[in-house]
């Protein structure tokens, strides 16, 4: 299946959807204040209805190949992320593409507004992180025509096409991997509380229900840090002090947990085992090493950028949904 820009909507379509000015629809777009406050209602709803993309791009090219994708992630900071962009750029580079990166703090809102300004610059295509867009978000990709792929995933519903892994079967597997090295009082740690994190959850507390256990979580929508998983060690022990397990979310929230039992004199794995996820290269330098689920993160950036540069190019895709497999690395702390 190839694929072709399509017309965008116009500042006219906006105005005749309301029955005003395209004059007026312009000075909106330039400051929304030069308008009464119930044509900015109306004209915000009307962008939004027709998915309205600004075009920075001259009008002679708005049809052509702009040789340029836009890359969404929900964060920048996050060495997940670095790595995916790593792999992406090996394909990209190779193929003379380049890529617009822009990050959303697991937002929406954010990621729509982030969304409309890349597709303004009339890129070919898109890759995404998250699954769950504002249907705003959806009507602009819709009307624009790129293809899409999302990545982080490969179970949960998507636009097109996804590069990704099974976030429930990994951590259900892991915490398996603990219960079966004597592990009966397990707690999950999570952060942010974006999809993946509920996802991981939805599998540490099915493995513990399989085992006949009690889960316990806790979460926050704090951005993950060492010093959160000091914190939530401490929150912890006083109010579930048998806990002999803890898994996170993530490897920066296990570090943190295992720096601090170090801290207090705790003895790692005999008193409480730790493991995180991603399999991050410092905490295989650890000591002792950290448990982690490793992720396929350069891998899945290549593939994701191969699959979008056959799309925008008419190729055939054989398989829209890529499914990465995981490792489990037991390290010396479970």
Known sequence: MSYSKKRRTGLQ???NLI????????????DPN????PLQSQISAAIEQLGYIPNKAPDMLSNAKSN??????????????????????MVTDAKGYQTMITHTGYNADKEEQRVRSLLSYNIDGLILTERIHNPATLK???ISGVPVVEIMDSVSPCIDMAVGFDNFTATRNMIHRMIEKGRRNIVYFSARQDQRSIIRQKGYEKAMQEAGLTPRTLATKEA????LGARFLHQILKEFPAVDGIF?????LALGVLLECQRMGIEIPKQIAIVGFHGHQIGQYMNPRLASIHTPRIEMGKIAAELLLKRINGERIDQKVVDLSVEYLDGESI
């Open 248 to 252: 996170s979310t993530n490897d920066d």
């Open 19 to 30: 029955g005003i000015s395209k004059m007026t629809v312009s000075r909106y777009l330039r």
């Open 224 to 227: 993950s840090s060492y010093e």
């Open 13 to 15: 379509e906006i105005a």
């Open 34 to 37: 030069l308008v009464s406050k």
């Open 68 to 89: 340029a994708i836009g890359v969404v992630f929900p964060s920048l900071t996050n060495q997940v992320f670095a790595d995916i962009l790593k792999g992406i750029e």
């Open 140 to 142: 602009m990709i819709e």
